[in-house]
């Protein structure tokens, strides 16, 4: 037993976004690497008409869980659903639920937020800000808290060349906005939206900022710390390698990409990926949330960067050509496209690629289907691929930097059992091995088509690829017979044109003879 893992042991821990990518991957870890836990209570709202307790039965029932299942199928009783709202006055909490959080809880892992980077002002305040107001608020009646972990992002601070693991002031006071968002109505909110954000590229980014400096004036209060995780991908190791269940960041780009719907982006391929495997990132918060609580003496607040460092270094150049190939050997199904998409920095370029691969093959697709009176749905999903990309590529032209230092320090203080155990900064792996990975996870698991279909697929993509072909060398001809086409026009219209202009008094006098007739020279 590792010396974490012992910490654990008995503990009672608050989960909240626990439904979430990165919140499932840290339940399936607290249960598989520190199974002596007490008891993980899950802030869980009903959904759909899906109580929470029946939420949680579901979520056991994902691959990610089958190996801790496997090993010990009574330990998904630790698991305890507490239904919550972040959106709603005091968490939407029943006084005796709360009561029990309050005398039982001794860690909170702060995860759920309005992931959504193209979510309104309004939305993204009220659960990023408001909603960790409100978890603080709680975990300051907690009699037996040890540690409060708020996870945040590392594009909270965009207008800072340089990121450190410290807290930097918010753009406005965050008690102001909150209270701006619940009297002014939306037509105004969206009015003063574009005043508030500023250089951040969404209200995603801007209301994490303020949520950093909400956390921040409880630090004299409760042990609280921040960890900002850049761009989470797949697991690189656990619990499945590749796994991943969202479609949220690249892995939707490589989904939209292999199936040939997303043919253009822009992006800078020098520019390094600021990305971390979620693995990576789950067992950095769990060993920074033990160290906050063994801590003697805090000097600085901690802040955490679980950014790519020396953990993962690749250009998005190298991403695009090393995941290119893997895609082609285990293409997607229903690929509407041969997948030949690639990466520009020009504006212009990019946009006449946007007119020409992606809005004109929608419009034309979906006139065949107005003809055969189905449902017509690709300028739709164009509209919201073009969107999503437009958030997208402001993360992808610029090079971050961030600092990481404190993180990777940790891992040097922990013992060669933990080191194995909460693997972080210094795994080392093969960047090749770990897309194929990826890759495949993004099929599996995500979109749900199984390895079996992959023969079927590549077929498929055969005949796509000979379509290629044969519509680029159609496209060529086109445009040489009108290059051709416009020539002879032209010519023709300057025969015209001379042949009048000699009929004009005084010019008539001043054009050159070209039919037959020598120019004079000089």
């Known amino acids: 037993m590792t010396v974490i893992t012992d910490w654990y042991r008995d503990k009672t821990i608050l989960v909240t976004g626990g439904t979430g990518f990165m919140g499932k991957v840290l339940l399936e870890k607290l249960l598989r690497s520190c199974p002596g836990v007490r008891r993980i209570y899950l802030l869980i709202r009903a959904k759909h008409g899906t109580e929470p307790s029946a939420r949680i039965e579901a979520l056991l029932k994902i691959p990610l869980f089958e190996k801790v299942i496997e090993s010990n199928p009574e330990i998904t009783k630790k698991l305890v659903a507490v239904e919550g709202d972040l959106s709603l006055p005091e968490l939407g909490l029943q006084k005796e639920q709360k009561q029990q959080l309050i005398s039982e809880v001794n860690v909170v892992f702060n995860l759920a937020a309005a992931l959504s980077l193209k979510a309104r002002m309004k939305d993204a305040i009220t659960y990023n800000a408001t909603g960790t107001k409100q978890m603080l608020d709680l975990s300051l009646q907690m009699k037996q808290l040890k540690a409060f972990l708020h996870l945040s992002t590392a594009f909270c601070h965009c ?51 303020l949520a950093e400096a909400l956390v921040y004036e409880y630090r004299d209060r409760i042990p609280v710390c921040i960890a900002r995780p850049s761009i989470v991908i797949p697991a690189l190791k656990e619990p499945l390698p590749g796994w991943v269940d969202t479609l949220n960041g690249p892995v939707g780009i490589l989904v939209g990409a292999g199936k040939g719907v997303i043919r253009t982006m822009m992006c800078d391929g020098n520019c390094y990926a600021e990305v971390v495997p979620v693995d990576i990132a789950i067992n950095g918060i769990i060993v920074v949330a033990w160290k906050i609580a063994n801590e003697k003496k805090i000097e600085e607040f901690p802040v955490y960067n679980i950014t790519s460092g020396q953990i993962v270094r690749v250009t998005w150049g190298d991403v695009l050509s090393k995941t290119r190939k893997l895609v082609l050997d285990y293409p997607f199904e229903k690929t509407i496209w041969y997948p030949d998409g690639n990466i520009r920095s020009s504006w212009l370029m990019h946009y006449f690629c946007i007119v020409l691969f992606h809005y004109l093959p929608a419009y034309f697709i979906d006139f065949l289907l107005l003809l055969a009176r189905q449902k017509r749905f690709m300028v739709r999903i164009q509209n919201r691929v073009s969107l999503g990309l437009e958030v997208l590529q402001y993360f992808a032209l610029r090079q971050w930097q961030f600092g990481n230092e404190k993180f990777l320090a940790i891992e040097k203080t922990l013992s060669a059992e933990d080191r194995d155990v909460f693997y972080m900064g210094s795994v080392k792996f093969d960047i090749d091995d770990y897309f194929e990975k990826a890759i495949i996870g993004s099929r599996v698991y995500c979109m749900k088509e199984p390895l079996i279909s992959v023969p079927l697929c590549r077929r498929i993509l055969t005949v796509l690829y000979c379509l290629h072909i044969a519509s680029r060398i159609a496209f060529y001809m086109l445009v040489i ?9 032209a010519r023709l219209m300057l025969n015209y044109s001379t042949q009048v202009l000699q009929h004009v008094p005084v010019i008539g006098g001043m054009v050159p003879h070209i039919n037959g007739v020598e120019t004079t020279g000089f």
């Open 159 to 209: 207008d800072y060349e340089v990121l450190g693991e410290k807290m930097y002031p918010p753009p406005h006071n965050p008690h102001d906005v909150m209270r701006a968002m619940e009297w002014l109505d939306d037509k105004s909110i969206e009015l003063i939206t574009p005043r508030l954000l500023g250089p951040h590229p969404n209200c995603y980014t801007y209301s994490k900022r």
């Open 481 to 489: 017979w009108l290059l051709l086409k416009y020539v002879a026009a």
